[in-house]
T-cell receptor, first 115, second 109 residues
Framework: NAGVTQTPKFQVLKTGQSMTLQCAQD?????MSWYRQDPGMGLRLIHY???????DQGEVPNGYNVSRSTTEDFPLRLLSAAPSQTSVYFC??????????????FGPGTRLLVL | EDQVTQSPEALRLQEGESSSLNCSYT??????LFWYRQDPGKGPEFLFT???AGEEKEKERLKATLTKKESFLHITAPKPEDSATYLC??????????FGTGTRLTIIP
């Protein structure tokens, strides 16, 4: 299994540009999520999905859109990039909780620089 | 508000010098506590999952323990390759995780 994969690894954008960060998993996990990691702040949840066709907002959703058309893929879209969105983005996946929280597994990350 | 606090922020140890990292949390229906290791430029790598107070998990030189208010990651006789940032994350009763800010561990040969 490849686990959780993310593309691209690194991206530079100009303010106002849009782009899509790709995330895919091959573990048949129902739950997928996007986090951003900034120095001194820990990972913060952006959006998450509990299955195909179902998405919801996390802690910091503004400026980002998601969709979930398949179990395997969960892309994150930046509609109009801003310098405040410069960060490292991680995708994670897990089975849905069944009483207790299932272990999330993370991808390698996408480093985004917005100029 | 549910919070996760990790201490210390940074820790430098000599090779072979054992120590512990702390993860404390405010209780609101703990449904799981997770430890990850993160190397520079990489994604978090899963280490341990703990669910109940009194539970312990071990892997090589690492041992994770859980009480009702905190978890410890004990590192015994560390080696330079154990240098990394160690992250703690807690599930408080929904599918979402709350992360601490991590402990940056450096092992000096």
């Amino acid at each position: 299994n490849a686990g959780v994969t993310q593309t691209p690894k690194f991206q530079v954008l100009k303010t106002g540009q849009s782009m899509t960060l790709q995330c895919a998993q091959d573990m048949n996990h129902e739950y997928m999520s996007w986090y951003r990691q900034d120095p001194g702040m820990g990972l913060r949840l952006i959006h998450y999905s509990v299955g195909a066709g179902i998405t919801d907002q996390g802690e910091v959703p503004n400026g980002y859109n998601v969709s979930r058309s398949t179990t395997e893929d969960f892309p994150l879209r930046l509609l109009s990039a801003a310098p405040s969105q410069t960060s490292v983005y991680f995708c994670a996946s897990s089975y849905l909780p069944r009483g207790y929280q299932e272990t999330p597994y993370f991808g390698p990350g996408t480093r985004l620089l917005v100029l | 508000e549910d919070q996760v606090t990790q201490s210390p922020e940074a820790l430098r140890l000599q090779e072979g010098e054992s120590s512990s990292l702390n993860c404390s949390y405010t209780v609101s229906g703990l449904r799981g506590l997770f430890w990850y290791r993160q190397d520079p430029g990489k994604g978090p790598e899963f280490l341990f999952t703990l669910y109940s107070a009194g539970e312990e998990k071990e892997k090589e030189r690492l041992k994770a323990t859980l009480t009702k208010k905190e978890s410890f990651l004990h590192i015994t006789a560390p080696k330079p390759e154990d240098s990394a940032t160690y992250l703690c994350a807690v599930s408080f009763g929904n599918e979402k995780l709350t992360f601490g800010t991590g402990t940056r561990l450096t092992i000096i040969p």
